[in-house]
């Protein structure tokens, strides 16, 4: 039996703990993944608000980051397959400038193999000759 492993994009991270939202079912998985980029990008995030609202992501980011521990860098290999989703967001007639760390989160999932989980297909679209992707 082949194991599901995935990549959660930042937005899936977002919606683990937003009230808001229903929880994303990642049940069909078996392992879990972060990128460093993800927390990066919640960490933007927690740096431009105030008040409630700033308490109310960190504490979704110290609650992600107990969940997951450390995110997979980018690295080497990502910047590879980074280089391969650029062109083909080119091919496709989209500006690879656009959506930059979404791009660089499925380029991770391509280095390790991963599903790429996302709640936003649109910033990754055009990929799915190099990046396995599964929209929740």
Request: proline letters at 3%; glycine letters at 6%; aromatic letters at 4%.
């Amino acid at each position: 039996m082949t194991r599901r492993r995935a990549l959660l994009d930042t937005s899936v991270l977002v919606a683990m703990r937003n009230p808001d939202e229903a929880a994303p079912d990642l049940t069909r998985f078996d392992e879990l993944f972060v990128s460093s980029l993800s927390y990066a990008e919640m960490r933007m995030g927690l740096a431009t608000v105030d008040g409630a609202d700033r308490a109310r992501r960190q504490d979704r980011l110290d609650a992600v980051t107990n969940l997951f521990g450390a995110g997979l860098v980018f690295d080497d290999s990502a910047a590879l397959e980074f280089g391969r989703i650029a062109r083909a967001t080119i091919e496709v007639g989209r500006s690879p400038r656009n959506h930059v760390i979404d791009r660089m989160i499925a380029a991770v999932a391509a280095a390790h193999g991963l599903v790429l989980v996302t709640r936003n297909p649109a910033d990754v679209s055009g990929l799915e000759t190099l990046v396995d992707i599964t929209t929740l």
